[in-house]
Nanobody, 119 residues
Framework: QVQLVESGGGLVQPGGSLSLSCAAS????????MGWYRQAPGKQGDLVAS???????NYADFVKGRFTISRDNAKNTISLQMNNLQPEDTAVYYC?????????????WGQGTQVTVSS
């Protein structure tokens, strides 16, 4: 199984920046992709950004040009640099990973980290 530990998040004013990090550990053969989802109160969860081992990146339209995802394959970590944050970015951000273990693909979720954008 894979455990995902997130760090970062917090409170920031509109227009500010925050960085999130996620580290994967545990028993697996490989991690195929990692990414970030977010969920605001009363709303469904949305994909924010994802990145594959090969470096293919997918961003949600609402973060394009503001957020940047990066990955360190050797350390099994990803980071999300969030710039020009707006109140609508307020949500719990969850790290997600798709991994292979014993010839089977599974996924794992982090515990979530709160991002609050407010003046």
């Amino acid at each position: 199984q894979v455990q995902l530990v997130e760090s970062g998040g917090g409170l920031v004013q509109p227009g500010g920046s925050l960085s999130l990090s996620c580290a994967a550990s545990g028993s697996f053969s490989s991690i195929n992709s990692m990414g970030w989802y977010r969920q605001a109160p009363g709303k469904q969860g949305d994909l924010v950004a994802s990145i594959t081992t090969g470096g293919s990146i997918n961003y949600a339209d609402f973060v394009k040009g503001r957020f940047t995802i990066s990955r360190d394959n050797a350390k099994n970590t990803i980071s999300l640099q969030m710039n020009n944050l707006q109140p609508e970015d307020t949500a719990v951000y969850y790290c997600h990973a798709v991994y292979r273990r014993r010839w089977r693909d599974s996924d794992a979720w982090g515990q979530g980290t709160q991002v609050t954008v407010s003046s």
